[in-house]
């Protein structure tokens, strides 16, 4: 069989309105496949390079990239959050990472991050594919239409909404496992050398002794709360910055440009909306024996903690967050946007797809 030439981009616009994915190396050519796996294989590239299908796959490398990156981070944000006012383990940024370092060593610091990278993935593939389901659904006045930054937060709050609730279970039980280990007073002294129950017997057990599946989802409220206005205004300013940084005559910003523009948009969402993610903590551990809290709803929990612990107690752990969320924002953009572009230029042409057609 004579060589196939490599399919040209035909991508359009998605995350930005006005992105235009930039052009990725030629495909090698198909010179060895049967007709009718290569009618197959076209068919699957015209599926992938879909703006939804292509969102959401490019989402869940994204988000595996961006939590990995900064996983101790991450965790350490955790600890602080739910450490209670007059508990001193963890205290400051470095000297709680030293801690964590030479208690439980590397694997103290990626505590965790395997259920992160199980819940992240479908989290951030739901979020920035239901983003580019919405945007011409709901928010374009027209297709193709440029949005207004108040309709990029609505569209970026129902993505939000909506990857919470496709992915709850798997971010609670992150939560416990993440602080299981830590050396809380109030959880008693552990061997760290001991092991610990995983992510599936860690949902066995919320479900089996903590209340069914309402265990699995407790604390949805304040996350939704917390999540919907910071999703919204994660793409209201991304794309913002984003059209700021594209040099005059061009589609796309520089690499920089979009690491620039993922890392502010990342840092100043997070600090707007940090108490709510505070309050999702805290319910999250809310019936965990010897750190529950027992707040009785979300006016409650911000009065006890604004008495007990001061309006700080709202702020804890908002120094690791911002060092955790400009990297990994701005990683998470330009990953995104590096692989959306790769699977919207895997589109055959209509002349390819009527030669595969004919093979079968």
């Known amino acids: 069989m004579s060589s196939i ?3 040209p981009s035909k991508a359009s616009a998605l995350t930005s309105d006005t992105d235009q994915p930039e052009a990725s190396a030629p495909l090698a050519p198909l ?66 990472l030293k801690k964590i370092w030479r208690e439980e060593g590397f694997k103290g610091m990626m505590a965790g991050n395997g ?47 909506t990857s919470v609730f496709a992915t709850y279970p798997l971010d609670i039980v992150r939560t416990r496992l993440s602080i299981q280990s830590a050396s809380f007073e109030k959880l008693g002294h552990k061997d760290v050398h001991r092991k610990l129950p995983g992510m599936w017997q860690t949902m066995k057990m919320m479900y089996t002794k903590e209340g069914g599946a309402a265990a699995l989802y407790r604390g949805i409220l304040p996350t939704v709360a917390g999540v919907a206005p910071y999703v919204g205004l994660n793409f209201m300013i991304y794309e913002s910055l984003r059209q700021y940084l594209t040099p005059e005559g061009q589609a796309n910003p520089s690499p920089i440009g979009k690491l620039i523009a993922g890392a502010g948009a990342g840092a100043m969402a997070q600090s707007l909306t940090y108490p709510l993610d505070v309050l999702r903590r805290r319910f999250q551990i809310n019936t965990m024996q010897g750190m529950g809290y027992q707040y009785k ?11 007990q612990e001061g309006i700080k107690g709202l702020y804890k752990g908002l120094t690791p967050n911002l060092l955790k969320v400009a990297p990994s924002m701005a990683s998470s953009w330009l990953s995104f946007e590096m692989c959306r572009d790769a699977f919207i230029n895997l589109k055959p042409t209509d002349e390819q797809l009527r030669e595969a057609k004919s093979d079968d």
């Open 297 to 307: 709803s979300i006016r409650h929990a911000i009065q006890t903690i604004a008495a």
């Open 31 to 96: 010179t060895t496949m049967d007709p009718p796996n290569l009618g197959l294989v076209y068919r699957t590239r015209q599926w992938v390079a879909q703006q939804v299908v292509a969102s959401f796959l490019a989402g869940g490398v994204a988000g595996a990239i961006s939590r990995t990156v900064v996983s101790p981070l991450e965790r350490l944000k955790i600890l602080l959050q739910v450490q209670s006012g007059g508990s001193g383990e963890y205290q400051g940024t470095w000297n709680a």
């Open 115 to 161: 259920t992160n990278c199980a819940r992240i993935i479908p989290y951030s593939a739901v979020q920035f594919g239901s983003y580019n389901f919405y945007k011409p659904l709901l928010f374009e006045t027209s297709p193709g239409a440029q949005l207004t930054p108040s309709r990029r937060l609505l569209c970026g709050a129902l993505a939000g909404i």
């Open 5 to 7: 030439p490599p399919s």
